[in-house]
Structures are given as C-alpha cells and as structure tokens.
C-alpha cells in the first residue's frame, strides 16, 4: 500500500511525521511518502503527476484565507471527479487551540478509515 503525505511549505501546521509514525504502526507493509511542495498551488500538479497512490492525504493550515486555498480544493475535487486520485483533503484555518498530537490521530484515523472503510473500530467496553 503506497500513501502520500502533501503539504506545502507556507503551511502553517506540520504534522506528517506523527500521522507517518502512527500509520507505519497501524498498517503492514506501508510505503508513506512526505511531499512538501513550494507552493499551495503546487500540490494538485504533483498529485497528478505522480499517480500510483492508494490515498493522497492533502494538509495545509493556513493563518489568512487566500483565494489559492479556494483553488486547491477546486483542483483536488477536479482531479477525483476525474478518477485519477483518491484524495483526503485537510485544508483549514489554524486553530490556536489544536494539540498537535491530537490532531494527528483524528486524522490518522480518518486516513484508516478511508482506507478500511468495512472495518468496525472498537466499541469502548468491548472485549478484544
């Protein structure tokens, strides 16, 4: 299984290395490569010129809104309408109250979900 971990670098969170850490434990077997393109408008061009993944997972936190962010999700949605990618968009304004380590398994376990989508999480309670 091959994911993609995009973000650019006026990105104003990182959290690829613990979102990699977690899903390197969590599935068997996993290739996970970081891309941190130059420029937000950057990402859907190399999405779409690298294909091969089972899961682009797109990150990018901003501090102001800028048109380019209404774009990139524009060209993302545009590049799944078109079957060329499966994308997992996480494109949104900073919020000053985000742990970061928090952040990271919420979205670990969106990635696993997508990924996995006929698979039950645990029930809190439940014997496993």
């Known amino acids: 299984m091959r994911l993609a971990l995009v973000s650019s670098e006026d990105s104003a969170l990182d959290i690829h290395k613990e979102v990699r850490a977690a899903l390197e434990k ?6 996970v490569v970081e891309q941190k393109l130059p420029q937000v408008l950057d990402i859907p061009v190399w999405v779409g010129e690298n294909p091969g993944y089972d899961l682009y997972f797109v990150f ?3 501090r102001r809104p800028r048109v380019e962010h209404k774009v990139l ?12 990618a499966r994308i997992l968009k996480a494109v ?3 919020d000053d109250e985000w742990d970061r380590d928090e952040l990271a398994q919420k979205w670990v376990k ?9 698979e039950a999480e645990p029930v809190a309670g439940e014997a496993g």
Do not use: A
């Open 26 to 31: 969590e599935i068997i077997n996993v290739e």
């Open 73 to 84: 999700l524009e060209k993302l949605v545009s590049l799944e309408m078109d079957g060329k």
């Open 92 to 94: 949104s304004k900073l």
């Open 110 to 118: 969106k990635i696993l979900r997508q990924l996995f989508p006929g």
């Open 60 to 62: 990018v936190v901003y």
